[in-house]
């Protein structure tokens, strides 16, 4: 009877030091700490009594300590290997990891309801408004541009009326395929200008040949198209393809909702956008909703860029015109301020769950 009771004196001992090591464990590898945790459990004298009455007989302990001890051993083992690179097989290292992960990810969102992030300078959203705007202007018109790089805008083609009719008497299938409904800058001389019958403008330019020419419909909006009127002045425009269209001998490429090269409007509806996910990501923390970590950390770190410019600075404030923004920076080293901006990453990783691989980024 001493014994016995020595034995489950011993396994109480077990059971609780194993727990604290269980917790210890869970944080290197989940299935680890788990199997130990699963050994303390098995070691706990009242897990015996509630086996015993679930299975209607008694059962003795040593059975218990028996499964226990290999279960601890094999948790032990698992938790240290995974410390060492390529210690574990492959596939049980990535479920670890992941399960690790959520736990990690579960603390974090904890910690975030205790208490709030760090403090979101408007100023520097506003710079961050204006940063994107120009650098929209200029992926769209082809020059470096980071939004280009990160695959989120795309340059506009641009080719000469003659050359879209060309593509499409060669193929009108794959040239629908490629332009059909996307929008493209044209140019060219204006042989004629005419009201169609659904009063519309419609700016006529050379095509492939006398019977086919480029039609150019421009947009309702009349103040969307600000260039010439008059025959033989060379136009650009900036329309979307709506395809071929055969009247009786003569074939036309129609394009419409055309309007003048300028797009300051796009950019600034798709900057405000952006910002404005940028601002709601800064204030919620957790998970971003861009394209990619490195994309996340780009936008993060030109916000910080411009909480470092003096409060006065006009890229600081929301109604500037994005000419007197960009010709304000010329006073600064802004490739420096982005650097620089680059300290204070890791005071906004944790909040905005963002790995630390993802806070190397750099200025362009």
């Keep these: 009877m001493k014994a016995e009771s020595v034995f489950r004196l011993f396994c109480w001992v077990s059971c609780i030091l194993l727990a604290i090591m269980s917790v210890g464990a869970i944080n290197s590898s989940f299935f680890g700490g788990l199997a130990m945790f699963l050994a303390a459990i098995l070691l706990c004298p009242d897990f015996w009594r509630l086996v015993r009455r679930f299975v209607g007989k008694s059962i003795n302990g040593v059975v218990f300590a028996t499964l226990a001890f290999p279960l601890f051993f094999t948790g032990f083992y698992v938790s ?14 990535k479920v670890s990891e992941y399960f690790k992960s959520l736990i990690e990810n579960g603390s974090m969102e904890a910690d975030k309801a ?69 929008k493209i800058i044209v140019s060219g001389e204006i042989q004629a200008v005419r ?28 103040g969307k198209y600000t260039g010439s ?28 909702d055309c309007t003048s090269v300028d797009f300051s409007e796009e950019a600034k509806e798709y900057s405000g956008r952006l910002a404005g996910k940028l601002d709601a990501w800064l204030h919620a923390g957790g998970t971003h909703t861009f394209p990619s970590e490195f994309a996340a950390s780009y936008f993060l770190a030109t916000y910080l860029t411009g909480t470092r410019l003096p409060s006065d600075n006009p890229c600081r404030n929301g109604q500037a015109a994005l000419e007197r923004c960009i010709s304000s920076l010329e ?5 420096n301020l982005f650097e620089m901006s680059k300290g204070d990453l890791d005071r906004w990783r944790k909040w905005l769950a963002l790995p630390p691989q993802a806070s190397h980024v750099s200025s362009r």
Excluded at 199 to 214: A, K, Q, T, Y
Excluded at 331 to 335: P, S
Aim: glycine share 10%; proline share 6%.
């Design 80 to 93: 240290v290997s995974s410390q060492i690179p390529g210690a574990l097989p492959k596939d049980l290292e």
């Design 114 to 182: 205790k208490a709030p992030g760090p403090m979101v300078d408007q100023g520097g959203v506003n710079f961050f408004r204006h940063v994107m705007e120009q650098d929209y202007l200029i992926g769209l018109s082809g020059g470096k541009s980071a939004l280009a790089e990160l695959s989120m805008i795309n340059p506009v083609d641009r080719l000469p009326s003659y050359r879209l009719a060309r593509l499409y008497r060669e193929s009108e299938g794959a040239a629908d395929e490629f332009y059909k409904g996307k």
């Design 331 to 335: 006073a600064f080293d802004t490739r």
């Design 195 to 222: 009201i169609n019958f659904t009063e519309e403008v419609v700016i006529e330019l050379p095509g492939s040949g006398p019977f086919s020419n480029v039609q150019a419909v421009l947009d309702h909006d009349s």
């Design 229 to 256: 009127l008059m025959e033989g002045e060379n136009v650009g425009l900036y329309c979307t393809v709506h395809g071929r269209i055969i009247n009786n001998r003569a074939s036309h490429i129609y394009l419409k």
